[in-house]
């Protein structure tokens, strides 16, 4: 069945009380815009409409981001939903099979749920919910799954309004029909807008079905406001917990540690308390996270030790067996199998050959205030305690180098570079120094008296 999705994404978000578009604010370290594009992304639909206006050109960057092949249209003048639905129909000319029209900013519907829109067989679909508290919710009047008409909260009379079955504003019309209903819309209501929810009455009068598909209210969950926003964000990380757990990825403190949308764990994985994963980070079967680390941008292989206080930036690769220990920093930098970085270093744009040791308090020094350099180190190389390596550098494999050491030139293969100034040692010299500065702290204080 082919499919094609509108994600609506114009809309200012006044209650956010921010400058950055509503659906630009992240939920899992991805934009709200994002989990709505996720979702849809599991149908494989053959286009994508996002229907961008306030901040127009960054949610428009921010679609293409996630999915360069997307259309993105404007809504210039904000004139309701339907109005919005109308500046996409021109993207979708050609396309023969069914729309959905989702929403930048509910990013929790379930790709199941859109897939049983998808099948309900009416000519128009559209997205239900009992409410708990159904609130400003437009609502459905329905009997049973036949949907009659949806009211909007301001035009509802006091027993539609006691309807708890309420409208997710998400809806599934196949294409040509869309065009249709929607160019027939009108804004006669109170609002003065074009409300989409007026194309099931619009379908009835033609004598076409319209139905409801029902879904979990925490699905349905729109962010409008900063605490919604927190609400979501808990919403989120509850979910993916339980994921992580259920197929098999030990946490011994699953509450603390915090995931993003794309995080990827491997089965038999063990996660500590307080580890938070940035976007783009693969973790293999059988690796270990240690507590209080971050990780962003990077792949932890199978058997991998990382923590704990590590922090790995974007472009970090650890092969298997790998040991990152605490107040390690990597970014942008390869370590082959076996490398041990034992703690209080930072690895930057390099590459560290297989079962090298990494000395405390190493530092590739790979930036000379304008460029990036590179530092390539061997294969069972040991780089002593406090060594500085000013890239770009190559130390060979099997080479050593001196703790202490400033590693300014390549360091041929099984080679030893020492980098320090020689050790001058005055006999007694530091008892005579501080005998002086006890005179001199001495002086000071009974002056100041």
Do not use: W
């Not at 009211?151 to 309004?161: L, P």
């Not at 609400?231 to 509850?238: H, K, L, N, S, W």
């Not at 180190?377 to 770009?392: C, E, N, Q, R, W």
């Amino acid at each position: 069945m082919a499919t094609a999705l509108i994600i609506l994404a114009a809309g200012q978000g006044t209650r956010m009380n921010s400058d950055l578009p509503k659906v630009l604010h992240k939920v899992a370290g991805a934009p709200l815009l994002h989990h709505a594009m996720a979702a849809g992304a599991a149908l494989a639909p053959e286009r994508v409409v996002v229907v961008a206006g306030h901040g127009a050109e960054a949610v428009e960057k921010a679609a293409l981001a996630f999915d360069d092949t997307v259309a993105t249209v404007r809504q210039d003048q904000q004139l309701g939903t339907g109005h919005a639905v109308a500046q996409a129909l021109p993207a979708l000319e050609g396309f023969e099979g069914t729309v959905i029209v989702l929403y930048g900013d509910t990013p929790f519907i379930r790709p199941e749920t859109l897939d049983a829109m998808l099948v309900s067989g009416a000519d128009v679909t559209v997205l239900g919910f009992q409410a708990a508290d159904p609130g400003r919710y437009g609502r459905l009047i329905a009997n049973g799954g036949a949907l009659e008409r949806i009211v909007e909260y301001k035009d509802a009379t006091e027993a539609e309004r006691a309807i708890t079955l309420c409208n997710s504003g998400v809806v599934a019309v196949e294409a040509r029909l869309l065009a249709e209903l929607v160019g027939g819309l009108t804004n006669d209501n109170a609002a003065g807008e074009y409300y989409l929810t007026d194309i099931v009455a619009a379908a009835r009068v033609r004598g076409l079905e319209a139905r409801v598909v029902t879904c979990d209210e925490g699905e349905t969950m729109g962010v409008n406001t900063r605490a919604e926003l927190a609400r979501a964000e808990a919403a989120f990380q509850t979910r993916a917990r339980a994921e992580a757990l259920e197929t098999g990825v030990t946490m011994t403190a699953p509450e603390t540690v915090f995931f993003a949308l794309d995080t990827v764990v491997g089965r038999d994985a063990t996660i500590g308390a307080h580890v938070v994963f940035g976007p783009g980070v693969t973790v293999e079967s059988g690796a270990e996270i240690l507590p209080f680390c971050h990780l962003e941008g990077c792949h932890i292989s199978r058997g991998a030790r990382v923590g704990p206080f590590a922090r790995l930036r974007p472009g970090a690769e650890l092969a298997e067996e790998v040991h990152v220990g605490n107040f390690v920093e990597i970014k942008n930098a390869i370590l082959d199998e076996g490398v041990k970085v034992g703690h209080l270093t930072y690895l930057g744009d390099a590459h560290v050959g297989e079962h090298t040791n990494i000395g405390a308090g190493t530092v590739t020094c790979n930036y000379d205030g304008v460029m990036k350099h590179r530092t390539e180190i061997g294969a069972h190389a040991f780089i002593g305690s406090d060594t500085m390596l000013v890239a770009p550098v190559r130390v060979g494999a099997r080479a050593l180098t001196g703790s202490g050491s400033v590693i300014t030139e390549d360091v041929p293969d099984g080679a030893l570079a020492i980098g320090r100034a020689r050790q001058v040692t005055k006999p007694g010299l530091a008892v005579r120094l501080f005998e002086k500065l006890k005179q001199m702290k001495a002086r000071r204080d009974k002056g100041s008296e």
